[in-house]
């Protein structure tokens, strides 16, 4: 039995955060372990409240689990701030954790903040450099890049200024570009790029999109698969989530964690 770390904050409506990642690890056959940064009151509508854990109490998490378990990779979602971020990379460092991938929550799907802004500095100098991949959507990689993201070009520019603050991997994820466009684009650079085009659906259930696409690339990893096809089923699965999302709440509502689905379309540049 394989074993997946998920660093980050519990969603109270179940739909983010580690309850999707617990979900989607249990969904590709990995045991998920968990080790909690926030505490958020949330549902479909919206975060009302969050405080963060004690930075300390987050690092003996990740201790107990890595000293007994032996995660064969590590997600990190909602961080929250500056010395939750600093323990979470000591952490990751001191106890030889690999095949760590990086979603650098900023903002829930429903527009609310879910980071202190002194944070994203700290997420570019401590944890970028330790990641095997980086999965931001598009304002994210603005922020990691620090040039506006409105379309592909704008995405392969910060691909590539994002590796070189040091990720190894960047994908960039296209849901929030084009939104009037038919397909949905996201971009994986690695010093080449390849691409990944898929329908774009039209829905409201979102929430959790990218805890999830993150998760099932770090269940995919400590499974043992090569990180091209890792992100290829990760993409193929959340959008066969979105597809068949059960309809939950007034807002941007849960996907189904429980789908499966066929593969998008992927070319390879080197452009």
Not at 62 to 78: E, F, Q, W
Not at 162 to 172: C, D, N, Q, R, T
Not at 184 to 199: A, K, N, P
């Amino acid at each position: 039995m394989h074993v997946a770390l998920t660093i980050a904050g519990s969603d109270s409506g179940g739909g983010a955060g580690v309850q999707a990642d617990l979900k989607t690890f249990h969904q590709f056959g990995v045991f998920g372990t968990s080790a909690i940064t926030a505490i958020t009151a949330q549902n479909t509508l919206g975060v009302s409240r969050w405080d963060a854990v004690d930075p300390q109490l987050v690092r003996a998490q990740i201790d107990a689990v890595a000293t007994d378990l032996a995660p064969a990779a590590v997600k990190s979602g909602m961080l929250a701030n500056e010395a939750v971020i600093a323990v979470v990379a000591a952490a990751l460092r001191e106890n030889g954790l690999a095949n760590y991938v990086l979603d650098p929550v900023m903002v829930a799907t429903s527009g609310d903040l879910l980071i202190e802004r002194s944070a994203v500095s700290a997420i570019r100098t401590a944890l970028l450099p330790l990641a095997s991949i980086v999965t931001p959507n598009a304002d994210e990689a603005a922020v990691l890049a620090g040039h506006p993201v409105d379309d592909e070009s704008g995405m392969r520019r910060a691909a590539q200024a994002i590796v070189e603050l040091g990720a190894k991997v960047v994908l960039i994820k296209g849901g929030h570009v084009n939104r009037s466009h038919g397909v949905v684009t996201d971009i994986l650079y690695d010093g080449y790029f390849t691409v990944f085009s898929h329908r774009r659906l039209t829905t409201t259930s979102t929430h959790g999109t990218g805890c999830t696409l993150s998760a099932a690339i770090a269940a995919q990893l400590a499974a043992g698969r090569s990180l091209d096809d890792s992100v290829s089923t990760a993409i193929d699965y959340v959008h066969a989530a979105i597809e068949t999302a059960p309809g939950l709440g007034r807002g941007h509502g849960p996907l189904n964690h429980f789908a499966g689905g066929s593969s998008p379309t992927k070319a390879s540049t080197s452009d």
